[in-house]
C-alpha cells in the first residue's frame, strides 16, 4: 500500500513564504508587534454589551425605517373612488366625484369653486384651496383641503404610490370606455356584450384581464358591466 502524503508537508511545500526569512515570536520585529497589541485599550465588559446593544438598536432601526417606506405608500386600486373632503378628517362633509374625473387632486377644486364644499376655517367660501391625496381603505383617493404633508399619516392613511397611476389610469379610462359603449345602446345582449369588452380591454391594454359572465334569463337578455380592478376582470351581469 502506497504511504499517503502528509497533508502538513503539502501545505508547507505550497507556502509561497521562506520559512528561513520569518522572524519568530521572540524576534525583535515579534516583541514590538506583541507589545502593540498588548497597548490597545479594551473596553470594559459594559460598555462593550452598551456598543452592541447601540449597534442592534440602529441596525432595528434601519429595518424599521426600511419598512415605513412599503407601508407610507400604497397603490391605488380604485381609481374611480375619488373623494373630495371639506376638511382634513375622516368624518368631514364630502362629495364623491364622477367617474369621468382624472387623478388629479385638482378634480376638488370645482366642488370649492361653485362653494358645494366650503370651510371656512380654511379658505373663503368659492377659493380653492391647496389639496393633499391619501389613499382611502377602499383603494381609492381622498383628497383633504391642506398643506400638511403628514395628514395621510395623522388620519391612519397612506400616500398614493404615483408608481401606480398609469395602471389606475388605464382602468378609469376602461370604464369611461366601456360607459360610452352600454350607454350607447338600450340593451346589448350578452354574446356581443363579450365582444365589445374584449375589444375595449385590447384598446386600452389591458390584455391580462378576463371577461366572466352570469347566465341570462328570457327576462333579463342584456348584459351589464362591472369592474372589479382588484381581481382584473370586468363582470358582465344580465338585466332586463
Given amino acids: 500500500m502506497p504511504d499517503r ?6 501545505i508547507r511545500a505550497s507556502n509561497p513564504a521562506d520559512e528561513v526569512d520569518l522572524e519568530g515570536h521572540d524576534s525583535p520585529a515579534g516583541r514590538r508587534l506583541l507589545a502593540e497589541i498588548l497597548a490597545q485599550p479594551r473596553l470594559p465588559d459594559r460598555a462593550q454589551h452598551r456598543l452592541w446593544r447601540r449597534v442592534g438598536v440602529l441596525a432595528a432601526a434601519a ?18 373612488g375619488l373623494t373630495c373632503y371639506a376638511a382634513p378628517d375622516l368624518g368631514a362633509d364630502r362629495v364623491a366625484v364622477a367617474a369621468g374625473r ?10 370649492w369653486a361653485d362653494e358645494t364644499l366650503t370651510n371656512p376655517a380654511i379658505v373663503s367660501p368659492g377659493d380653492i384651496p391647496e389639496f393633499r ?7 381609492g383617493l381622498a383628497i383633504f383641503p ?23 389610469e388605464r ?14 345602446v338600450e ?25 366572466v359572465t352570469t347566465p341570462t334569463t328570457s327576462d333579463r337578455p342584456c348584459g351589464s358591466v362591472s ?13 332586463p
Fill in 171 to 184: 382602468i378609469r379610462r376602461l370604464t369611461e370606455a366601456l360607459a360610452d359603449r352600454f350607454g350607447s
Fill in 187 to 211: 340593451c346589448l345582449p350578452m354574446d356581443e356584450a363579450v365582444i365589445v369588452v374584449r375589444e375595449v380591454l385590447i384598446q386600452h391594454g389591458l390584455l391580462d384581464w378576463t371577461v
Fill in 63 to 80: 429595518a424599521l425605517l426600511t419598512a415605513a417606506a412599503w407601508v407610507l405608500l400604497r397603490p391605488v386600486t380604485d381609481p374611480l
Fill in 227 to 239: 369592474i372589479d380592478a382588484g381581481n382584473r376582470t370586468v363582470g358582465l351581469v344580465p338585466i
Fill in 133 to 139: 391625496a391619501c389613499v382611502s381603505p377602499s383603494g
Fill in 146 to 168: 391642506t398643506a400638511d404633508d403628514q395628514v395621510c399619516n395623522q388620519l391612519g392613511l397612506s400616500k398614493p404610490d404615483p408608481a401606480s397611476f398609469p395602471e389606475a
Fill in 5 to 10: 502524503p502528509d497533508p502538513v508537508r503539502l
Fill in 102 to 111: 382624472d387623478l388629479d387632486p385638482a378634480a376638488c377644486s370645482p366642488l
